[in-house]
């Protein structure tokens, strides 16, 4: 069962796709919406999570900018929405998702958060703001440079307080080589688990199976190595 709700913020309502799974839920996760809204794609994402046994939810994040669902591509519609967001914001949204998680009876260290591209980004900033059970980043940029006004990746990642991986694509033009090695050193002082996973064969938006970027055995191992890493770090049961 998948339906949108309407959760509070300081800055207003926002919506909340929330995708619950047959039966008592394992966990629960936040999945983050890449920069064209919470769209078809990632709907059908949340509802995979859910067909996996976890409560799963994907916070309206644009909210703030009129809520819009864009075109892969629309870069130029795009921007002025991505440039309006905060890291205020950010936390804001994550926690009137957290609550509403609590509410439902998830604990933080029970509660997952993944994100893709943009999303990638806000859940690495999740992990390092927040004690949650586990986190996965899809080729989330701001590595060397920060974004929504946060620090860069790389100052951020000894800070990590939820056990994070990482997974990116070789060929992404936006996010390179060097930088996510840079990253994987930062990581590696954290206090908790963290992992990164380059693709050589893929480019940014690898695991969107609605691009032309998509790259099927690229997105087959990292969706493997995603639930595999919930699996380790999320309690089961609540």
Known sequence: ???????????????????????????????????FGVNDHIEDVTRRFAAEGYRAVSPHIFHRSGDPVLAYGDMENVLPHMQ??????????????????????FAAGQVGITGFCMGGTVAFLAAARYRLGAAVTFYGGGIATGRFGSPPQTELAPQLQTPWLGLYGDQDQSIPVAEVEALRQAAATASVP???????????????????????????DAWRRTLAWFDAHLPVGH
């Open 84 to 105: 309006a967001m905060t890291d205020a914001g950010l936390q804001a949204d994550l926690d009137a998702t957290l609550r509403y998680l609590a509410d439902a009876g």
């Open 1 to 35: 069962m998948a339906t949108t709700v309407t959760v509070s913020t300081p800055d207003g309502d926002m919506g909340l796709y929330d995708a619950q799974p047959d039966g008592v839920a394992r966990a629960a996760l936040i999945v983050v919406q890449e920069a």
């Open 194 to 220: 963290t992992q990164i996973v380059r693709y050589p064969e893929a480019g940014h938006g690898f695991h969107c199976d609605a691009r032309d970027s998509y790259h099927e055995p690229s997105a087959r």
